[in-house]
């Protein structure tokens, strides 16, 4: 029967063929599931007992929620504190980088090596650096100073920006090499011709550099800020006896659905959680985009 | 899309053409001595976890780089225990076939999208696209209860399943197929070659650098993922190096030498592979991240 059909037909025949089990699986792991979590988020549901609905019930609870709403300051925090940072950070050192010759690729070897780690690996180093006396290495450099001991950890003001660090630093190799990816596609002559005309390179770097990165430095904003919405592993290592303290001061939303979905079982509650997630990455994503597409 | 073609170009520019040559001035030197101390802190963590893992206890606070007496008593011990061993295993295992799955079906998916015509083509390149914008933290929760009902929790199966295919390595592979001539596809159909065989024999060899740099993201990323393993696995020895890490690290306390030694084992793995293959991962990483 197949000997019958034409080219065209044969292509077709072979492309089902080719995408049977892809589709299969795109259905079955991937949109059966989204359905299934947006379903859950409008039921009451332990895990255990009976599975009933419960229209938006969930959602009100969260809007009532306290925490709810420290864990939403959270997570934005971690973004607006961690994209603007490890993007100026890379730009920085990508930058210069890209103006050296000697040793250039050792150099950059350091710079990418910590985004080869694995982030719970680091987030336990980063732990212990973090000690107080005499265990932590920065707080055993500040004695050794004479510069008092600092809290990091155990405040409820300094445990975010101290495990945020740590991602910021894994992060940063990946984006200098992206940075210098698109340093290198600008085109020499525009240097060239500015520096005929005598142009001074802080403005060789606003007028040509930094107009022409456009595209790299929105595709690097966008990454890093879903990477930066979606933290967990180092939230989650470096806060193991009391995940997201002290007093939820470090608590992301990914941790907040871990908790509720996995310690508490109330999965209708973290369903609707993480379609909250879902609905804050899309629009974040779609600004970026747009402001992607007005350059 | 207009990103990706502007720098295309520049992952091989990277590599290949060097910054123009300047004089050695003051200023050349200042910047150079700058990075370099930039890049020795960025490696001090990795640094510290290493010389770290080489002190006995009692050594452990100081700040000194290199140890008085180095051991690997710390190896031995946590070796010895057996569980790293199994955790390393199951990470290996688990990370492999992921990779081996994702570089057929991803190329696969890949290749049908690009170089077939066929009705609801547009439909399935949309629908695989589109669940890029569905994060994993969505899912763990039908993930975990589809497991629960099949039996799934506790297994390797149970860890992999997610992984599988992924819309991002799809996407790269379609991308790079574009590249490949369809008269050399045409040219092996009068040859008599089947399909199958034509994607195998002739236009997977053409790809071989985007599938390289698939299987170091895809490989990396299951290495180092952790909350779906956490979440599926419930008996020590069905943990992955990260889950077992985070356990072992509460239970070790304030061992900060046995912690130390943990994370070792579970990255410097990655940083030798690095190490070794250093222009052509860094050539991975500009291509799949300008495609992806």
């Known amino acids: 029967m197949y000997r019958n059909l034409s080219i065209k037909q044969k292509q077709i025949v072979w492309a089902w063929a080719f995408l049977a089990l892809p589709v299969l699986f795109y259905g079955v792991i991937r949109f059966y599931p989204t359905g299934n979590a947006i379903l859950i988020s409008f039921q009451d549901w332990n895990l255990l007992g009976e599975r009933n609905w419960s229209g938006l019930e969930n959602y009100i609870k969260l809007w009532n929620d306290p925490v709810f709403w420290k864990v939403f300051k959270n997570t934005f925090l971690y973004l607006l504190l961690g994209t603007p940072i490890s993007l100026v950070i890379s730009f920085v050192i990508a930058y210069h980088l890209d103006q050296l010759r000697f040793m250039h690729g050792f150099l950059r070897m350091l710079y990418f090596l910590p985004f080869m780690t694995s982030a719970v690996a680091m987030a336990w180093v980063w732990r212990w650096f973090y000690q107080p006396v005499p265990i932590g290495l920065f707080n055993n450099f500040l004695a050794s100073l004479g510069i008092p001991q600092i809290e990091f950890l155990n405040s409820t003001t300094n445990a975010l920006p101290s495990v945020l660090a740590p991602a910021v630093w894994a992060g940063l190799g990946f984006q200098v090499i992206i940075f210098m990816a698109g340093l290198r596609a600008i085109p020499r002559s525009y240097y060239e011709a500015a520096r005929i005309d005598g142009v001074s390179t802080w403005t060789v770097l606003s007028e040509i550099t930094l107009p022409l990165l456009k595209p790299t430095i929105v595709f690097i904003v966008v990454f890093s800020s879903i990477g930066f919405l979606r933290i967990f592993d180092h939230v989650f290592n470096m806060t193991t006896n009391n995940p997201g303290g002290p007093l939820n001061a470090t608590k992301p939303l990914v941790l907040m659905i871990y908790d509720t979905a996995f310690t508490g079982y109330d999965m209708g509650y973290a369903a609707a959680q993480t379609v909250v997630l879902f609905v804050i990455l899309l629009v974040v994503s779609l600004i970026q985009l747009r402001i992607l597409r007005d350059r | ?292």
């Open chain 2, 1 to 292: 899309m207009a990103v990706v073609e502007e720098i295309r170009a520049s992952s091989e520019a990277l590599l290949s053409a060097k910054a123009p040559r300047k004089p050695a001035n003051m200023g050349q030197i200042i910047r150079w001595l700058l990075l370099f101390g930039g890049g020795i802190l960025m490696v001090m963590p990795i640094a510290y976890m290493i010389s770290t893992s080489l002190k006995w206890p009692h050594e452990v606070y100081n700040v000194n780089l290199i140890p008085v007496e180095p051991t690997i008593e710390n190896y031995t011990f946590v070796l010895e225990d057996g569980r790293f061993y199994g955790w390393f295993i199951n990470s290996i295992i688990i990370a492999t076939i992921t990779t081996i799955c994702n570089l057929l079906f991803d190329s696969l998916v890949g290749y049908t999208l690009c170089k077939f015509r066929f009705p609801g083509r547009y439909i399935i390149f949309i629908a695989i696209l589109s669940t890029l914008m569905i994060p994993t933290e969505m899912l763990v929760i039908p993930w975990y209860l589809m497991s629960q009902q099949f039996g799934w929790l506790d297994t390797y199966w149970g860890i992999m399943f997610p992984g599988l295919m992924t819309a991002f390595g799809t996407f790269l592979m379609k991308q790079f197929f574009e590249t490949v001539p369809d008269d050399f596809i045409e040219a092996a159909r009068i040859d008599g070659l089947n399909e199958l065989q034509i994607w195998w024999t002739v236009a997977m060899p053409l790809v071989k650098p985007a599938l390289a740099a698939l299987a170091i993201f895809v490989f990396l990323g299951n290495w180092t993922a952790f909350i779906w393993p956490l979440i599926v696995t419930n008996s020590v020895e069905m943990y992955t190096l990260p889950v077992g890490l985070s356990g072992f690290g509460d239970e070790a306390d304030v061992a900060w030498e046995l912690i130390m030694t943990g994370a070792a084992i579970s990255t410097i793995p990655t940083l030798i592979v690095f190490l070794i293959f250093q222009r052509f991962i860094i050539r991975g990483v500009v291509m799949a991240g300008l495609k992806g």
